[in-house]
């Protein structure tokens, strides 16, 4: 049974609604029920007859139910996530968390009567593999970045697996994302009101797991305390791995962020499966009323006539005429000013070739215009990314720059989904994002961006003239190399060994002295649960600066 009716559950036994046999979540249509009936005042309910007080009692049940199942898998990934990620954002544990993760989505799916739908299992790799990078770099915006990455896929998992997402476009795939995570925000009381209702039926049955259930877990801990520390007393390894995990976690300092974490944990996991679970299937996809193409052809064919120019005009000059600069005009200006044009362009012509293939009737002409135009941003984006080249080139490397890169590549691979599409009327344009960003997106999480910024702007001898200098003098180039994260420590030491530079000279460099402040790099050996690649070798390779006498 995939599905409960309402109208035909009224003479289910509760006893029948908890057998394993019935492992099938109630329908969006009973929570739309539910909330109709929850509406009304309770006293108004009994007045209204038997059958009303019947289906309040299902409802109860219903809620009953949904606790029974989400409780004790959201309650353990809580654990899991807290343990993982508290006050470590960039550890080892991360993968462990995303597993985690993973695992809940997929057995809550299966718990309710579905198999996860061609392409989970994609999105589920992508998610395992860009957590590895995370304890593999301390680059911030490489961190941010996959996390959102994290997300976008996690929500993309579930919407695919709850609601028939096959005639979705791109559009509607970030809208409905969008509504998921607001509702999910506004489900915040449900864990609640299900518990309520859960621990109020007179089900012998029920209460008799819950009770040892919350009694094992009161007693675990304790046990798992006491046995640890016996067991630390008897062996010194062990006692250093349980002192370190008892230090970084169990302080008193940090119970309330742990009792945060935990809350966070559990009521998102329990709101997000509960809101998709129940709303994702009312999700319904309207054929747009198409528009006569005689309108568009006419504006696109003469945007394509004066792109076509454009294109002329970068294919003969800047292609073709070794990227001469008009005179006056310097490097920065150029590639400043026509970089940021061009990339906005790229993006409106990419976004207007989809409106126009869902909201304008099938024309012949009109596609043959629409590659033209898809032609032209081709070179818009050629232009663009010789344009931040050339300023590379003069200005060097910034995690900015190497960022701006990687978003032409991707709207590069993006314009070959957008090519098909308009060859190919059913081609599913969503589906080709998720696996083309997925795969741009993988080889940025582990560019190691920093060790390659720091190398290539360090050999740079126009604007890096030597690894001596004094802090009041360092100018913008040393400054921006000492900010850079742990990452950079390979090609830093590199620089040294290539320069002759020898160690003593090395740690007295004001601009080294400060990159390894920046970073805490200190010698010390990084923690087991913290534990991240990164900072680890960089404090194994980079020799230490002495600490300053404030005194002397």
Request: aromatic share 12%.
């Amino acid at each position: 049974m995939d599905e409960y009716d309402v109208n035909n559950i009224t003479g289910t036994r509760s006893e029948d609604i908890y057998t394993e046999s019935a492992m099938t979540m109630p329908t969006a249509a009973q929570s739309a029920a539910e909330q109709s009936v929850s509406a009304q005042p309770s006293a108004e309910t009994a007045q209204a007859g038997p059958a009303a007080a019947d289906a309040e009692r299902q409802l109860e049940l219903n809620r009953s139910w949904n606790f029974r199942l989400l409780a004790l898998p959201c309650a353990i990934y809580a654990l899991v996530f807290t343990f993982c990620m508290f006050k470590n954002w960039s550890g080892v544990l991360t993968p462990v968390w995303i597993g985690s993760l993973v695992f809940l989505v997929a057995y809550l799916t299966q718990k309710t009567g579905k198999q996860l739908k061609k392409g989970s299992v994609f999105m589920m790799t992508v998610m395992l593999i860009i957590s590895v990078s995370c304890f593999c770099t301390a680059n911030e915006l490489v961190l941010f970045s996959n996390y959102v990455a994290e997300f976008l896929l996690l929500m993309t998992l579930l919407l695919h697996n709850y609601a028939d997402d096959s005639k979705w476009d791109l559009a509607q795939l970030f809208g409905e994302i969008v509504i998921v995570s607001a509702g999910s925000i506004t489900k915040v009381i449900t864990p609640f009101s299900d518990g309520g209702s859960y621990f109020s039926l007179s089900d012998k049955e029920k209460k008799s797991k819950a009770g040892p259930i919350l009694a094992g877990i009161l007693i675990a801990i304790p046990t798992c305390i006491v046995l640890g520390l016996i067991l630390a007393s008897a062996d010194a390894v062990f006692e250093n791995i349980f002192a370190r995990l008892f230090v970084e976690i169990i302080q008193w300092q940090n119970i309330l962020g742990i009792l945060f974490m935990l809350a966070f944990g559990f009521i998102s996991a329990y709101c997000g499966m509960r809101h998709v679970r129940d709303e994702a299937p009312l999700i319904t996809v309207k054929e747009p009323k198409r528009a006569e193409p005689v309108a568009a052809i006419t504006v696109t064919s003469v945007v394509a006539l004066l792109y076509l120019v454009f294109s002329a005009v970068q294919i003969l000059y800047l292609f073709i005429g070794g990227f001469e600069l008009p005179e006056g005009i310097s490097y920065a200006e150029y590639a400043r000013r026509g970089f940021f044009q061009l990339l906005i362009v790229s993006v409106l012509n990419l976004a207007v070739v989809l409106i126009l293939k869902k909201r304008i009737e099938k024309s012949r002409v009109l596609n043959a215009i629409l590659l033209v135009i898809c032609f032209c941003t081709y070179v818009m984006i050629a232009s663009s990314a010789i344009r931040m080249i050339m300023y590379i080139q003069v200005y060097n490397l910034t995690m900015y720059r190497i960022s701006v890169l990687f978003a032409l590549l991707t709207l590069a691979v993006l314009l070959i989904g957008v090519i098909i599409l308009v060859l190919k009327d059913d081609f599913s344009f969503r589906r080709f994002c998720v696996i083309a960003v997925s795969i741009v997106y993988i080889p940025f999480a582990f560019l190691n961006a920093d060790a390659r910024i720091a190398r290539f702007n360090l050999a740079n001898d126009n604007v890096i003239k030597g690894a001596v200098s004094t802090r009041s003098q360092y100018g913008y180039d040393y400054y921006y190399i000492s900010s850079l994260s742990t990452d950079a420590a390979p090609a830093i030491l590199e620089y040294f060994e290539n320069s002759g530079i020898p160690e003593n000279e090395m740690v007295d460099t004001d601009w080294y002295i400060e990159y390894c402040r920046n970073n805490g790099i200190d010698g010390n050996s990084v923690g087991i649960r913290t534990f991240n690649v990164s900072e680890y070798r960089a404090n194994r390779i980079l020799a230490i600066p002495e600490e300053e006498d404030p005194f002397t």
